[in-house]
């Protein structure tokens, strides 16, 4: 079986009719709008509205090229839990194209734990992205168009903040000159490009209540300041009514099936790195609101997804997860200790127990800053010995913390039976969800919060532009919002560089951008872009399409 592609494997596995799913946990069929016979849009208006499940997230040590398995783990243990009698609901963020043909491939999970139809979700899926591109295109368009016809707003042409975007990993986009050839073509100025994920109306779709909270919050998008240096608005311009109209569609969240026919909600998908990094609001309420387990997902570590889902997602949408579930390897552990990729098979446990760090510092954010009950999940890979996984076990147990071993890559639910048993034994147990700052401090205390709290830094370091922001954004009366971290996955610091669990560090804020919609306020840092590029051999080199209209060559 291993050398089989997980497309490969997603064909070889019948899926059900998608009204056949619902019909497992009670949505019934006149809620659902087909899009063919195995995906559906959910009328999250219609059905029970009282929420009934336990939110269970799982996250993960910092990432690193070996690979930790979180989406993985995340829908083996949703089937892990269904083969054990109790009814779940995974609910995943949907894939950007831009990492579908860049370097990361596929966001659908592998081996016998994946959600399908899995080539449609890592594709176009129900056109929710291309909604989101149109909506933030659709208010760009109408921005520039005031300008053009006289501009009664006095919009400071300097002091334009709303880029276009594009579902792409494309750096040529990131810095352009627009408006060229003559007074007709608009007004020349510098522009660029964000990809969609990064879009502030994929973070206000993914944090909006309903159709009306969403037009709500599209309404205070500021899109530039005049020349006295107010906000010019989305609803100032009165673009809010037609950007809303083109995300009717795309606010009901998408149903699907894993391989073994476990409901999946997979809806949404800002990055964790430049966004927030997890699905949508409306998605989670609506799988808690038919299931007794809800199983998800934050993006990439635990200091960089679930910092956001539980800082600003829990905080706004009221959600309290009764468990977390903290994803590693022992070939990450190795990579953290300082050995290189190709050196991964040998047994090494001096390279283990430089890696444990990261580990422990993941879990003491989860333990400590967020006092959430807390598993380790070890994914399983063939090199791994008996030792390195003692050395694991022994350094968990020190933290009141088990370890489970999970196979769930090779052999589905049956290769998480025990993981699923000790989550449902943890959610039973009290916990509180404490947030890692208050949103009463100061813009510059809830940094250096998130900075010494959730990554163990020594300070911030604020350039001179970040200040001049951080001083209009008080003047404004927005500090009262949430930060929204833009950082390197690949550390707790902003140089990627710096792996394990470096200490003594500053972590230096470029600039700030106020994402009023969202209702929080985006940090960049360090080298982090908002427009990913493609590396030297993309992804898209190896994908294709036979006479039939078989894809190949997808993750």
């Known amino acids: 079986m291993s050398h089989l592609t997980d497309l490969d494997i997603a064909n070889q596995v019948p899926m059900a009719r998608i009204e056949t799913i619902a019909a497992k946990v009670g949505i019934a069929a006149e809620h659902l709008s087909h899009y063919g016979k195995y995906k559906a849009k959910i009328d999250f208006t219609k059905g029970p509205q009282k929420e009934k499940g336990k939110l269970i997230l799982v996250t993960a040590i910092t990432p690193t090229p070996a ?52 080539e449609d979700i890592n594709l176009h899926f129900t056109g929710d992205f291309h909604a989101i591109g149109a909506a933030h295109n659709l208010l760009a368009a109408m921005l520039d168009n005031h300008i053009h016809h006289g501009n009664a707003l006095s919009i400071d042409t300097r002091s334009i903040v709303w880029k276009r975007v594009v579902d792409m990993n494309d750096r040529q986009l990131r810095h352009i000159v627009s408006g060229l050839n003559g007074k007709s073509n608009g007004v020349p100025r510098e522009d660029g490009y964000d990809i969609t994920v990064a879009s502030e109306i994929m973070a206000i779709l993914c944090l909006a209540t309903d159709l009306m909270d969403l037009k709500s919050r599209i309404a205070k998008i500021i899109v530039a300041y005049d020349v006295d240096g107010k906000p010019v608005t989305a609803a100032d311009l009165k673009a809010e009514g037609a950007m809303t109209a083109l995300l009717k569609e795309a606010i009901q969240p998408n149903l699907v099936q894993t391989l073994e026919q476990t409901p999946a909600i997979v809806h949404g998908g800002p990055f964790a790195n430049i966004a927030h990094g997890c699905n949508s609001v409306i998605a989670t309420k609506t799988a808690l609101r038919y299931a007794d387990y809800v199983v998800t997902e934050a993006g990439f570590g635990a200091d960089l997804g679930a910092e956001k889902f539980l800082d600003i997602k829990c905080r706004v949408a009221d959600l309290k997860p009764s468990a977390a579930v903290l994803v590693a390897t022992i070939r990450a552990l190795k990579m953290h200790g300082g050995v290189a990729k190709t050196d991964l098979a040998s047994e090494n446990l001096e390279a283990v127990v430089a890696g444990l760090p990261n580990l422990q510092r993941h879990l003491a954010n989860l333990q400590d800053v967020y006092q959430l009950p807390v598993v380790v999940v070890l994914n399983k890979f063939p090199t791994d010995t008996e030792a390195e996984v003692d050395l694991v076990i022994d350094t968990c147990r020190q933290r ?48 250096t919060a998130i900075v010494q709290r959730v990554y163990r830094g020594k300070s911030i370091q604020l350039s001179p532009r970040a200040r001049r922001q951080m001083k209009q954004l008080k003047a404004l009366g927005y500090d009262h919002l949430p930060i929204c971290m833009a950082k390197t996955q690949y550390s707790f610091s902003d140089n990627a560089q710096l792996i394990g669990a470096p200490e003594d560090f500053e972590v230096t804020i470029k600039a700030l951008r106020l994402s009023a919609g969202a209702g929080f306020i985006v940090a960049l840092t360090g080298d982090i872009m908002t427009m990913p590029g493609l590396p030297k051999v993309p992804a898209a080199e190896t994908i294709d399409i036979d006479a039939q209209g078989q894809i190949i060559g997808l993750f």
């Not at 979180?70 to 089937?79: F, N």
């Not at 489970?404 to 025990?418: M, T």
């Not at 947030?435 to 100061?442: E, H, T, V």
């Open 67 to 118: 690979g930790e398995g979180k989406t993985t783990t995340s829908v083996g243990l949703a089937d892990a839990l269904s083969a054990i009698g109790e009814e779940a609901i995974l609910a995943l963020r949907e894939p950007s194209l831009g990492p579908v043909f860049g370097m990361k491939g596929g966001a659908a999970g592998g081996g016998y734990a994946q959600v399908v139809p899995m």
């Open 400 to 447: 009141g913390v088990e370890v489970i071993l999970s196979d769930v890559w090779a052999k589905g639910s049956q290769g998480g039976i025990e993981l699923a048993r000790k989550v449902v034994e943890l959610a039973q147990q009290p916990s509180q969800l404490t947030f890692a700052y208050d949103l009463y401090q100061s813009l510059e205390a809830k940094l």
